[in-house]
């Protein structure tokens, strides 16, 4: 595979499509005007505003053109995510071969920036993942991290009789902490971290925003939290946050400092904010769709006006899937290079297993509409038809069509 200006040998893991690969070096994050960059543009200069370092320049330094081709190391084995754990698997992920792959979060490049000896960034791209398909969810979308880290001055020095504050101590670890961590230095992490999230979410909806937090599990984070606000009388969870796991830091060169990481998506937070109904709309190359982000400032309040909704076309497939090797990812991804965004939505409505043969057969719904015109009938038999051939060929199913 060719990419980015580099070769990658092919191997039994390579399983990037050409549909795929198209995408990157896209960057809509650093469109300017684009509905993701102006959500960029905000959270920055959110951060430049309001956290200044010593000698009066930002506190925060933001990366916003790394490469999206990374490491497994670096996407999984940095961030202490086990060897047989679920998120690494190829059903879920897109590799280019054994030793590299598309990065699956922005977490990827924590150990590295934390190395290079930086104690507070932000990292913002494109992510690449093998999912369902529906309004919300897309192959590629776009994260933003953030890591700040403390030395123990930096942490106590506002604390009354914080002198003999200790960051670290060899405990045990509870749902509250972990075992190398005090509870004074968790306490004030955690809630730095809160306090800073929940200043960035007012900025950007407004104030009196309503803010919960519910605990979850991360690997690379301990105690873990994802944050939900209260937006038109819904609860919606915006990103997921903790501090981060000791070891990873430690690993890092940093040992002597604890910190905090977050991760949120961009085009979460501009469905939410601009009203867009359908996560393909942000590859709109259509003028109708970007005119309506250009402002004088990034600031300006938007509320997306739908390009006329065009009627969807609905069309059923059904196969006997083969042995234990299919993935239903294989035939969404499969689904989405076949048909690209003509697609928004494949549902699986049924499934049944044939009481002589054992067989196993499912039926999919796929739901036919573009964002920005009407579809012809002849035009998604055609899609749909090599779609079917597609995934006798390439699936190996047997079609029951």
Known sequence: VELLGKTYPQDDYSNVTEKILSKVGKNLHNRKHHPLWLIKEQVKDHFYKHYIGRRGTPLF??????????????????LLIPQNHASRRKEDNYYLNRDHMLRAHTSAHQWDLIHSGLDAFLAVGDVYR???????????FHQMEGVRLFSCHELFSNIKDGEGLQLFEQGHRTAHKQECHTMEAVRLVEFNLKQVLTK????????????????????FTHPSFEMEINFQGEWMEVLGC????????????AQDKIGWAFGLGLERLAMILYDIPDIRLFWSE??????????PHIWQKIKFQPLSRYPPLIN??????????????????????????????????????????????????????????????????????????????????????
Not at 242 to 253: I, R, T, Y
Not at 286 to 295: A, T
Request: hydrophobic letters at 35%; aromatic letters at 12%.
């Open 61 to 78: 330094s933001v990366y916003d053109g790394l490469s999206p081709v990374v490491t497994v190391q670096q996407n999984f084995d940095s």
């Open 130 to 140: 093998r999912d369902t398909i529906d309004n919300t969810h897309y192959p590629v």
């Open 200 to 219: 960035l979410m007012t900025h950007i909806f407004g104030d009196g925003l309503q803010v919960r937090w519910v605990d979850c599990y991360f690997p």
């Open 242 to 253: 903790g501090v981060m796991e000791q070891q990873l830091v430690n690993s890092a060169g």
């Open 286 to 295: 259509d003028e109708r769709f970007l005119k309506q982000f250009i402002g």
């Open 316 to 401: 059923d497939i059904s196969f006997w899937l083969p042995s234990e090797t299919y993935s239903e990812n294989d035939f969404y991804d499969l689904v989405r290079t076949v048909g690209g965004d003509l697609i928004e939505k494949v549902v699986l409505v049924d499934e049944f297993a044939h009481p002589k043969t054992k067989k196993v057969s499912h039926c999919y719904r796929i739901v036919y509409r573009h964002p920005e015109r009407t579809l012809t009938q002849d035009e998604v038999h055609r899609i749909h038809q090599a779609i079917e051939e597609s995934a006798v060929r390439e699936l190996g199913v047997e079609g029951r069509f």
